[in-house]
């Protein structure tokens, strides 16, 4: 599989495990979380964890944001913060953005901002597992 080089916004649980499962599966990540302590405990489980306010462009911008694949803003409950660092990195022109959404109306101006994907964790896991136990015999990843 072709490396890609991912970042990840918000180190909450949702972010936490993306960003090590990436990791895991050979990608480039860089982690980024406003919380010192967060950064510190993903210090060896990603490939470089970085403490910065993703609602801050100029620090995005020397993080060089830009030049990665794909960026994924998991940051839940401040959702004027999701709402900012999604702005800000589709400005940039960043071609894959996947962000988690709090309520529909967030996931609605996630969408009129023109991120590519937009993710109901609770609600998305559900349907999954659902649907698993309907099927069980598909292999679900
Ligand atoms: P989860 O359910 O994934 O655990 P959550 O939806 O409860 O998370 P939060 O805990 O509010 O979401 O945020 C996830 C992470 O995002 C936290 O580690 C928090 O420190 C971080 N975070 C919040 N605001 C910012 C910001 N402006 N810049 C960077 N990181 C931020």
């Known amino acids: 599989m072709k490396q890609k080089q991912y970042a990840v916004l918000g180190l909450g649980r949702f972010g936490g495990s993306i960003a090590t499962s990436l990791y895991n599966m050979g990608h480039e990540v860089l982690a980024i979380d406003i919380n010192e302590d967060k950064v510190q405990a993903y210090s060896n489980a990603v490939s470089q964890a970085v403490q910065a306010d993703s609602t801050d462009e100029k620090a995005l911008k020397a993080l060089g944001i830009r030049n990665f694949s794909v960026v994924v ?24 953005i996947v962000v988690k959404a709090q309520n529909d109306l967030h996931g609605k101006v996630l969408e009129k901002i023109g991120v590519d994907r937009v993710v109901f964790p609770e609600r998305d896991m559900g349907a999954r597992v659902a649907h698993n136990l309907l099927s069980p015999n598909i292999i679900d990843f």
Do not use: C, P, T
């Open 73 to 96: 803003v998991a940051i839940g409950q401040d959702i004027q913060a999701s709402i900012m660092a999604s702005l800000i990195v589709k400005e940039m022109g960043v071609k894959h």
